[in-house]
């Protein structure tokens, strides 16, 4: 254990410095040792003191301290500094806690904790919540042990945890290190820093203390006898001679003995200050040295785990504490076993910590799935079960394993099976041993029973073979009849439950009990009713009861019969018993009432036979229903009345009414109910007009009186509740209310009585009612009672209003009302209403804009949060933003906001304030860093800001920001100066000054780095310094970073010259990173504390994983085969070196193949192979050669080999296959080893294996699945809790499984196990039982409801029932044993079958139809109605989904959902023609109508409820609907009853239903923009809102004008109708243009700025599209002139121009001639192309063909000779060896070789030839030209030959070359055209494309094998392979096509006739 001096005591303290501290000033600022430099403590009382900030914020503690600088981002090393003193506030670190947190005891408060960002958290419950919302298990374990540990009355075993913590983090060296010459740099480098750190922390220290002759004096003279012994404890600790020799301890001990001093010479600083206070004082810690435990490897732990255990001092033993090899800590083997299967473990050793388990208590089941394990629990004194699953998946419970084992795809049915049996075998060990059963006399023999301890004394009842328990008799005596107990076991337990209340009744069948419980509380007389049947089924109702009597075939109705005469005498004797009746004279003869307890006292009434209703009504309707006389009926009408019922001259005869309208807050609240003479009641007066509307015996008259009292009502109720009042805010015969609520909200009354919340809906009201203008324009004047106010900037008519609620920026809405009335909430959709909208210009879109600026300086003005200061200029004014950010805003005095001062001077230098003005604001930049220099024009500012990374990935930067006196930015100083040198303000005198600006910024910046140190290792310019405990590095231009990798990545991003980039890549040893000659050139590695590498790429990239640099290498073409192997060999060095080489290996063990090694360490065993692979058992071994392949004979060696650990070959298994069973407690394990190596857990993944590789036979799956098999009957047939029963066959057995649904299976005699009978017998079927044993199970599935039926074929069983009309379960099983889960499959089988006859299938469609029927006809909803003929019955649904909806039921029993569909039945089933007729006549009550138009017995159903929705429906003769006039009259003309005039009427139909919709809809207005007569509307769907549609007057519609146009051409309108509709189509944007002919239209589409269309529109409403097909349009037509076509031409070039010019994407740059410009494509096609424009608007690909252009339309010379030197720009160069004006190109890569030319007249040349040809073909005065040529092409030769050093060699053929790339392993290949591959392969599959002869390419593939393409005697003839380095293998076809294995398979297999020769030949060449 370490100890430290204790450093708030100061040296030379004394009681009487104390004294003198106290009288000193409290409230005082002092420096404190113990607080982060800068940072200081104010004292504030006694007791009590502050921290204080460098900027001067006072926080209460260090901790809240800690808070602000995480919020604040302060820099990491500072916090980790803050965070380190909180030990000085008693919070500790614990190993157990999760990373970055702390704790701390508060006495009685417990304890606290803080977490990695210094939040605060109260108590360990929120720490649990907080960490197990995290999901880290090692967190939430480690949590919980901590909790255990701190309970404990000591707090040292929490102390020594976190002091051995601090040891384990002190890593040593576990290698030498040889220093060579290239080291002593390094060295040098190490004793600069080690000197700056010794300058850093002892300059004040030896200054004050040079009179002492050593630190022993200093020692001495200044500490106590205890402190002197602490310190020499550091100096000089006892070490073992093992540490001695340790360069690490060394180091170890330096550091400690280094910051002990540090310690000293921090007390010593504060002692020359003498600043002393109360915090300073403490007292010394008693330093307590501990024993502590080590580490010590165990049997029970896996090779190189360890474990530790801690005394417990509360006797509560020792904790186990398990470290693994890698330095994780876990308290416990399970979370251990985790970890290792987490981060993939070896598989043996993963098994053998599952096997350490026992040590836990956790033990194996063979009744659990694979490699699970269960122990005993007991939690608040209850006993139970966890589980642990194989992937270490912890269940707390029975029932969260289940749930996993059922939703999981990895578990079957058996496994599901047994669980439930582990489980059921469980309960019943509990429930034997742990409760006490009783002999019952009232049971039958063998059962017993308990009472359950406690008040409610319930009794339970278990079997006679203690398998299953029971919560009452009732449960007992069902659980007898479903397992077939004897008749006289049944009676008996029945007669018991007489002791429970069950009864027994003369009106219930045989075997059925109930019981009923019954009595009066305060809602009325409670019934509770259960029903026993002798089947066993319970029943909760009579209802329920009576059923299931009606479904069951067992049950007649005198059965039904009795029980309702049961339930009637029992509600005799309820009513009778508990309620008093009494007459009343107003009730009909033999009526009773009753007034009910309670509150409300609700009346009854019970009528003479008993029958009881809730109210007067309810009696009415009953009495309509059953027909009571007239006398009796209005007897009880008059009773009513005394209830508020009324009768009215205005309702029919027979009518009553009930009104209540009453005056609340709200308004007026009004209840209505109407009862008619039919006895339907009604909530409305709506409802029952649109009954009455529906019943053909009320007329108009009828609907007249009633809507008469409607009205009457209406009047009545506003002239007695509501007091109008007119108003002079109204405009006259307009009245208002106020109502009385808190709001006290206005209404307005118009003056036809509706009534309004608000004046502006008024105005809308008024408007929709086109009310005269002038009462619209006085309410308009009246809104100004509402806040409505108007403005000149607003258009015409609108009104504004600010809102109430204020935006979260402060602002309050504005919200718009239009002339029209239309309200807009917001000045965007205020725009928006204005673009979408006609009759609004410019002038409205710039008053509104105006309108919105004008309010927006309004708001800012009159805001409070600007405030005056000296900050800004006189006028302006300033506010701090919201938020963390503390953001500065100004205010100008005319409104407007700037977010800083450098802004707001921009904007005053563009508005050209004054100059004063100006000059106030530039001086007052001196608040946001701006300075001014001598050496900057004047009026110019800079500042420089410095942008910090807090990652530690990226450099520090500075940035100097640049302001010119005309308000320019610049961000650098290179667009600084570019803008002074292009300036014609300043001179070559400014531009020299601004140099030296530079010079001089840059010169402050390196002079204020006078802590930054030069070294040797660094390149030039470059520095580093220490800061704390960080080394960090400048560059020359001032940018940091924290270290040298980071600094390396910098340097070559930056293209830093080489030499210096090389000298900060050695450097980086420094820094632990080494070079390694295996891997790529400049690579370097570095190793972890745990072992883990981390690699450098030589592009400075880092990697952490082997596996992320194996996928760089694979993925990137810059890696060679070289490099991979490289690598591939470092990893395994790598392995081999962190294999310890200090085990004794056993080279003479018989139990591995010869030259193989083993070595055991414990219980386990490691084997070595002759290369030095090490696996932990033979089995790896084996897969590992395999995996390499190695000699057959040695793979089998090694296969005998594994004997020796339990593997066994099986006569079931192919050939190579081995299994190894092992038994785990009272499971069996099963594994498998393939012949290809693969481990296999189960025989189901060996099966799936084997189906997924297609050389295993089904020979070979047939074995597995039996050996699987065998093993599981087996184990099945040994389990002991299958009972043999009376409900299975003989030789099967049952069981039952525990839990709530009391599961049963099967056991067959061979010991398959089933869930039901029904698969059993299925099973039985396939595998051909004896007919005896089939038919036997057959007969027991009676017992899970299976029945016969006359209807099914022989050995048919039908399982069926149903809870309602909706819910049907049915299920039929054939002799065959297929089960069918409908009719229809079964149908379509026995139709698909020679067994069954038509007879059989006619029956079972019989069947179906009776089953539907009886389920139909039980509904009881089903009624007569007079809308439907004699017979038929009608429904109404009550279900969610079809609610309301209407059924209707044949006589016959057949349903149907509408009439229609009944129509279209009885037509098909040929009914009576009157029985058709009658219902096509109620066809009426579904909305179908008889129109002239339609053919005799047709019918149409037609509504519209917009323009864009309608809905048609046709219904022929015939029964034939259809959707649409189109499809009905292709029926028409197909069928030949129909003529001619059947189809002409259908289409004035058409037209007619058409014309009436267009026309009804509401929205059509005249309008100016189209000829009188014609209207127009806006559409308002979402898919067509604001889309406009046009109404000829004769009522037809039209998208646009054009279409309405082309129409009236087509048409033959009059001439000026046509021209006028011509002219308003340029309010569709249609122009036109005097290029055009006469009369003809042109319109442009602009997508967007790059993307426009032009259409073209003739006199006849012809469209073109295009220019050229309007050009060839001209050109047809004879009409049009040559002159048409050049003037449509002149238009396009004009448009072209335009177009062209108008794009943004222009710019101006240096690379083109003045004038012209040069955009970037954006496209997917031309991504990144550049354009380029003329000054005339032409465009052109490249400046080559511009060039060309420009020559030949004799462009000035000047400008041609700057197009020509832009040439550079696209790589064009000139050469002394070229004629005059040309230029030339260079090959682009090493596939090109030709150059390419430009001429003096801008042609392009491809080659070096073609340009030869050219010259020749000239004038002869070109022959020098020529010569230069030819000298430069012989020089382009040479240069292409030593370029690309071609060879020629034997390894391809003659006239082909070779040539290595440097620094590859890759050649290229060259033909002898010139032609280059990238190998041998691609040239050989050119020479087959290009039909080379057969001898060229058999030459070219003999020399594949310089490639590694080989020959092998079982492939086919002609065929070859190569072998990659990661064992991927390719073939290559004797017709040179490369294929992979897979592809190569499937090609042998089609080309072999006999495909399994040449599929085994193939395999024996895999192998």
């Not at 330095?327 to 098994?351: H, Q, S, T, W």
Request: with cysteine; charged share 30%; net charge negative.
């Amino acid at each position: 254990m370490a100890y430290t001096v204790p450093r708030k005591r100061p040296l030379g303290y004394s009681q009487d410095l104390e004294n003198v501290q106290k009288k000193s000033k409290l409230d005082s600022t002092v420096n404190d040792i113990n607080l982060p430099e800068g940072w200081s403590k104010v004292v504030l009382s006694d007791s009590s003191s502050a921290v204080l900030s460098p900027d001067g914020r006072q926080f209460q503690s260090r901790l809240r301290a800690l808070q602000y600088m995480i919020k604040r981002s302060y820099d990491q090393a500072l916090i980790v500094e803050m965070r380190d003193l909180l030990v000085h506030e008693k919070w500790r670190e614990n190993p157990l806690l999760p990373d970055g947190w702390k704790y701390r005891k508060d006495g009685d408060r417990g304890i606290r904790f803080i977490d990695s960002q210094a939040a605060l958290i109260s108590n360990l419950e929120e720490a649990l919540a907080i960490v197990e919302n995290s999901g880290d298990k090692a967190d939430i374990d480690g949590l919980k042990m901590f909790n255990d540990i701190s309970s404990m009355e000591t707090e040292e075993t929490l102390w020594s945890m976190e002091d051995e913590n601090k040891d384990d983090n002190e890593v040593l060296m576990d290698e030498s290190v040889d220093v060579d010459e290239d080291d002593l740099e390094v060295m040098d480098e190490i004793l600069v820093i080690d000197e700056l750190k010794e300058e850093e922390s002892t300059s004040d220290f030896l200054s004050d203390s040079a009179n002492r002759s050593d630190v022993s004096g200093f020692l001495e003279s200044t500490l106590t006898e205890d402190e002197q012994q602490v310190i020499k404890i550091e100096i000089e600790p006892e070490l073992s001679p093992d540490v001695k020799t340790g360069l690490g301890d060394l180091l170890s001990l330096n550091y400690k003995v280094q910051s002990n001093l540090d310690n000293l010479k921090s007390v010593f600083r504060a002692e020359k200050g003498h600043k002393y206070d109360s915090e300073n004082v403490v007292k010394k810690e008693v330093i307590k040295k501990q024993e502590v435990s080590t580490w010590e490897p165990v049997e029970t732990l896996p090779a190189g785990w360890m474990c530790r255990e801690m005394a417990s001092p509360d006797g509560r033993g020792k904790r186990l504490f398990i470290l693994s090899p890698h330095g994780k800590v876990f308290p416990c083997r399970r979370l251990a076993l985790l970890y290792m299967i987490e981060n993939e473990f070896d598989e043996e050793e993963i098994e053998f910590m599952r096997n350490m388990l026992i040590h836990e208590r956790w033990e194996s089941n063979n009744m659990l799935p694979f490699c699970w394990r269960v122990r005993n629990t007991s939690i608040d004194g209850q006993r139970g079960k966890e589980f642990l699953s194989r992937d270490c998946t912890h269940f707390r419970s029975y029932k969260k394993a289940i749930d996993f084992i059922k939703s999981s795809s990895h578990f079957n049915n058996e496994d599901i099976a047994n669980f439930e049996a582990f489980s059921s075998e469980e309960s019943r060990r509990k429930r034997e041993n742990y409760y006490e059963w009783v002999a019952d006399e009232s049971l039958p023999t063998g059962w017993k029973s308990r009472k359950n301890i406690g008040t409610s004394g319930r009794q339970f009842f278990l079997s006679p073979t203690g398998e299953q328990q029971f919560p009452s008799r009732r449960v007992v005596l069902q659980h007898m009849i479903k397992e077939g107990y004897s008749e006289e076991e049944k009676i008996a337990m029945r007669e018991t439950l007489k002791l429970d209340g069950w009864e027994t009744n003369t009106n219930l069948p045989s075997g059925w009990l109930f019981r009923e419980v019954s009595g009066k509380n305060k809602s009325g007389i409670s019934v509770a009713v259960s029903l026993l049947s002798k089947e066993g089924a319970l029943f909760k109702s009579y209802k329920m009861a009576v059923e299931f009597m009606e479904e069951s075939k067992y049950y007649d109705e005198v059965d039904i019969e009795k029980l309702n005469k049961l339930i009637n005498a029992k509600t005799e004797i309820r009513r009778t018993m508990f309620n008093d009746w009494l007459e009343d004279d107003h009730l009909p003869e033999g009526w009773k009432w009753r007034v009910a307890d309670g509150k409300r006292g609700k009346q009854f009434f019970l009528s003479p036979k008993g029958e009881q209703f809730p109210s007067k009504t309810t009696v009415l309707q009953h009495m309509i229903r059953e027909e009571y006389s007239e006398e009796e009926l209005d007897a009880m009408r008059e009773s009513l009345k005394k209830d508020g019922w009324e009768s009215n001259d205005n309702l029919p005869a027979g009518f009553l009414y009930r009104e209540t309208s009453t005056r609340n807050r709200t308004g007026i609240s009004v209840s209505v109910n109407i009862l008619t003479v039919e006895g339907f009641i009604f909530k409305s007066y709506k409802l029952a007009l649109e009954f009455m509307k529906e019943n053909e015996r009320y007329d108009d008259k009828d609907f007249d009186n009633i809507k008469k009292l409607i009205n009457e009502k209406t009047d009545i109720r506003r002239t007695t509740l509501n007091d109008w009042l007119e108003d002079q805010s109204l405009p006259k015969g307009w009245k208002m209310r106020r109502s009385t609520g808190k709001t006290g909200k206005d209404f307005f009354l118009a003056p036809d009585g509706k009534q309004f919340g608000t004046r502006k809906l008024c105005l809308q009201y008024m408007m929709e009612q086109n009310f005269a203008p002038e009462q619209i324009e006085d309410m308009r004047r009246c809104l100004a009672f509402e806040g409505w106010e108007s403005s000149k900037k607003l258009p015409e008519k609108w009104l504004f209003k600010q809102s109430e609620t204020k935006t979260t920026s402060g602002a309050r809405h504005k919200t718009f009302l239009t002339a029209d009335g239309i309200e807009i909430r917001s000045f965007l959709k205020a725009l928006e209403y204005l673009m979408h909208n006609d009759g609004f210009t410019e002038k409205h879109f710039e008053g509104i804009q105006l309108f919105a600026d004008e309010k927006l300086v309004e708001r800012r003005i009159k805001s409070d949060d600007y405030i005056k200061n000296e900050s800004v200029p006189p006028g302006w004014k300033s506010r701090m933003a919201d938020g963390k950010t503390g953001k500065q805003f100004f205010l100008s005095p005319d409104g407007q906001e700037f977010a800083n001062r450098r802004i707001a001077l921009q904007h005053m230098i563009k508005e050209n304030f004054s100059h004063s003005e100006i000059e106030t604001m530039r001086n007052l930049l001196k608040f946001e860093g701006w300075s001014d220099s001598d050496n900057l024009p004047d009026g110019w500012m800079w500042r420089e800001t410095v942008s910090q990374d807090h990652s530690g990935t990226k450099a520090t930067s500075v940035q100097v920001w640049i302001l010119s006196v005309e308000g320019e930015l610049f961000e650098s100083y290179k667009t600084a100066i570019n803008f002074i040198e292009n300036s014609k303000k300043y001179d070559v005198e400014d531009v020299e000054n601004f140099s030296d600006f530079i010079t001089d910024v840059s010169n402050k910046r390196r002079q204020s780095m006078t802590d930054w140190k030069e070294v040797n290792s660094l390149p030039y310019g470059w520095k580093t310094k220490i800061g704390g405990s960080q080394q960090f590095f400048i560059s020359p231009d001032g940018l940091q970073f924290p270290n040298r990798r980071v600094a390396l990545k910098y340097m070559i991003d930056e293209n830093h010259p080489s030499i210096d980039v090389e000298k900060m890549r050695n450097s980086l040893k420094l820094e632990n990173w080494k070079e390694n000659s295996m891997l790529p050139i400049s690579w370097r590695y570095k190793r972890a504390k745990l072992g883990d590498i981390k690699y450098l790429t030589s592009d400075g990239e880092v990697i952490c994983s082997d596996k992320n640099v194996r996928e760089l290498m694979d993925t990137s073409d810059e890696f060679t085969n070289d490099d991979k192997e490289g690598f591939r060999m470092f990893t395994e060095v790598e392995c081999v070196r962190r294999r310890s080489t200090n085990y004794e290996w056993n080279d003479g063990d018989n139990t591995v193949p010869e030259g193989w090694k083993s070595r055991n360490q414990g219980d386990r065993k490691y084997f070595l192979s002759p290369d030095g692979q090490q696996f932990p058992c033979r089995r790896a071994a084996l897969q590992h050669m395999l995996k390499s392949e190695f000699e057959k004979e040695e793979i089998d060696e090694m296969r005998r080999m594994l004997q020796y650990e339990g593997w066994e070959i099986s006569k079931h298994l192919p050939q190579g296959w081995l299994q190894k069973i092992s038994h785990e407690g009272q499971s069996t394990i099963v594994r498998l080893l393939s012949m290809e190596g693969n481990l296999l857990e189960s025989y189901k993944t060996a099966i799936e294996y084997m189906e997924s590789i297609s050389h295993y036979t089904e020979a070979d799956l047939h074995g597995v699945q039996r050996l699987m098999e065998e093993k599981a009957s087996k184990r099945r047939l040994s389990m002991t809790n299958w009972k043999d029963g009376t409900s299975v066959s003989k030789g099967w057995k049952i069981r039952i499984a525990d839990g709530k649904t009391k599961k049963e299976f099967f056991l067959a005699p061979d010991g398959k196990q089933f869930p039901c009978r029904k698969a059993g017998l299925q099973h039985m079927i396939m595998e051909k039982y004896p007919t005896e044993e089939i038919e036997d199970m057959r007969r027991m599935l009676r017992f899970e409801g299976w029945e016969i039926n006359k209807n099914l074929p022989k050995g048919w069983r039908m399982r069926y029932s149903f809870s309602s009309v909706d819910s049907t379960n049915m299920s039929m099983l054939s002799k065959e044993g297929k089960e069918f889960k409908s009719y229809k499959p079964a149908i379509k089988f026995m139709e698909s079958s020679d067994m069954y006859t038509e007879s059989d299938i006619n029956d079972m469609k019989l069947l179906m139809e009776e089953k539907c029927v009886v389920r139909r006809q039980s509904i009881k909803d089903w009624e007569e109605d007079e809308t439907l003929p004699s017979g038929w019955r009608m429904r109404v649904a009550h279900g969610k989904a079809e609610a309301g909806k209407k059924f209707f039921l044949s006589p016959s029993g057949v349903q149907f959902p509408c009439r229609k569909a009944a129509l279209q039945f009885m037509i098909k089933e040929k009914f009576t023609h009157e029985e058709i007729e009658e219902m096509r006549e109620m066809l009426q009550f579904e909305g179908w109508e008889i129109n002239d138009y339609l053919p005799e017995d047709w019918r149409i159903r037609y509504s519209f409820s917009s323009a864009a929705s309608t809905n048609l429906s046709l219904l022929s003769s015939e029964g034939l609907q259809f959707k649409s006039y189109k499809i009905a009259m292709e029926f028409m003309e197909s069928n030949s009853k129909y003529t001619n005039m059947n189809v002409e009427n259908m289409k004035v139909l058409i037209e007619e239903k058409c014309t009436v919709r267009r026309q009804s809809i509401k929205d059509w207005e005249e309008d100016e923009t189209v000829p009188s007569g014609w209207k127009v509307r806006v559409a308002h769907g979402k898919a067509e809102a604001g889309k406009k549609f046009f109404l000829s007057p004769e009522g037809k519609q039209y998208p646009c004008r054009k279409a309405a146009m082309q129409f009236m051409i087509k048409e033959n309108y009059s001439e000026d109708q046509v021209e006028e509709m011509r002219i308003l189509l340029n309010y569709e944007g249609w122009e036109e243009s005097k290029y055009l002919p006469e009369k003809w239209r042109l319109r442009i589409n602009i997508k967007n700025s790059n993307s426009q269309s032009i259409v073209f529109l003739t006199p006849g409403g012809s469209e073109f599209k295009s220019y050229s097909t309007a050009i060839e349009f001209l050109l047809m037509d004879s009409k049009y002139s040559e002159d048409d076509v050049e003037n449509i031409k002149i238009l396009m070039e004009q448009h072209c121009t335009l177009r062209r010019t108008s794009n943004d994407q222009w710019e101006e740059n240096e690379t083109v001639p003045e004038g012209w410009k040069v955009r970037v494509a954006d496209g997917k096609a031309n991504s990144g192309k550049q354009f380029f424009l003329a000054p005339d608007g032409r465009q052109f690909p490249c400046r080559r063909i511009a060039l060309k252009t420009m020559i030949e339309d004799v462009f000035p010379q000047e400008d041609i000779e700057d197009m020509r030197n832009k040439l550079v720009y696209e790589g064009w160069e000139t050469s002394e060896n070229l004629p005059k004006f040309w230029y030339m190109k260079r090959p682009s890569n090493l596939k090109e070789y030709a150059f390419s030319f430009i001429t003096d007249v801008g042609d392009k040349l491809n080659s070096t030839k073609a340009a030869i040809e050219y010259l020749q073909s000239r004038n002869g005065d070109s022959i020098d030209e020529v010569d230069k040529l030819m000298s430069f092409s012989r020089t382009v030769k040479t240069n292409n030959t030593e370029r690309h050093e071609w060879e020629d060699d034997e390894t391809v053929p003659e006239g082909w070359k070779v040539k290595t790339i440097k620094g590859t392993n890759k050649t290229l290949v060259m033909d002898p055209s010139g032609k280059v591959f990238n190998n041998r392969r691609t040239a050989l599959k050119h020479m087959r494309n290009e039909n080379y002869s057969s001898f060229d390419r058999a030459e070219m593939r003999l020399k594949l094998r310089f490639e590694g393409w080989e020959i092998n005697q079982f492939l086919p003839q002609g065929w070859k392979y190569k072998l990659y380095a990661d064992n991927k293998l390719e073939f290559l076809t004797a017709n040179d096509e490369v294929l992979n294995s897979s592809t190569a398979y499937k090609h042998i297999m089609g080309s072999y006739e006999n495909s399994d020769a040449g599929i085994n030949q193939f395999k024996m060449a895999m192998q």
